[in-house]
């Protein structure tokens, strides 16, 4: 009688191996053939861009194309184009500035739909990437609120200078409306940086005969109890006057329920 016992192990490494084939076939298969690994990385890289893009929306203005999706078709559409402080950075959606702005609107009987494209950290130059974007959605009227961290970071002046009247150019070949909100800089960057880049929103506006905010933190701005514990951006009641002084700026150019100007 033959007491010997074939080890399986020969078999076992016969199925490993194939196993490792077939899921190395799929792998290759699963790029397509036009699509190589490193092609779909690249993909990948850009879908996470379109998220950090979309992400500054809410929820129900978003496609999944990534483009704006009109609440409501029939109202024109104001977009409120910045950074943090367009945003509404540790506030809620419902607490910043362009939905505090459209609550205003409609209670004194404006029937417009605001839609906050506010980036946080967003310089002038990114201002121009997000443009064409912009453009997509269609809007009416355009309140542009860029500058500030170009100036806290020091930036030449002309280049923001550039940008910003680069951006207003392109709104502006598009029948745009556009309202240019003004910014100040703490007064630890220097008298004379600080006063040049106030001054810059003025000449812009009046060189391009833009309506102007001079300023769009004004009756919020040093002001501990309106202000977060950074001591930059407002609270909700401090974007409250906020919505306040982009409305005081807005209102003239704006029609009333009746299609006429409302002054």
Known sequence: MNNRVERPYPAIMHICILSVLVLFCLGIWGCGPEESPSSVSESMNRSSDLLDSRAQYPAEEQSSSGLLVRKNKSFPKIVAFGDSLTAGLGVSTEESYPAQLEKLLRERGFHYEVVNAGVSGDTSAGGIRRVEWILKSRPTVVILELGVNDGLR??????????????IDRLRDEGVMVILAGMRLPPNYGEAYTGKFFKMYEQLAQELTLPLIPFLLEGVAAHPDLNQADGIH?????????ARNVFQSLEPFLQNGSGHPAN
């Open 154 to 167: 020091g930036l030449p002046l002309e280049q923001t200078y550039a940008n910003l009247r680069s951006i």
């Open 234 to 242: 407002p609270t909700a009641e401090g974007y409250t006057i906020v």
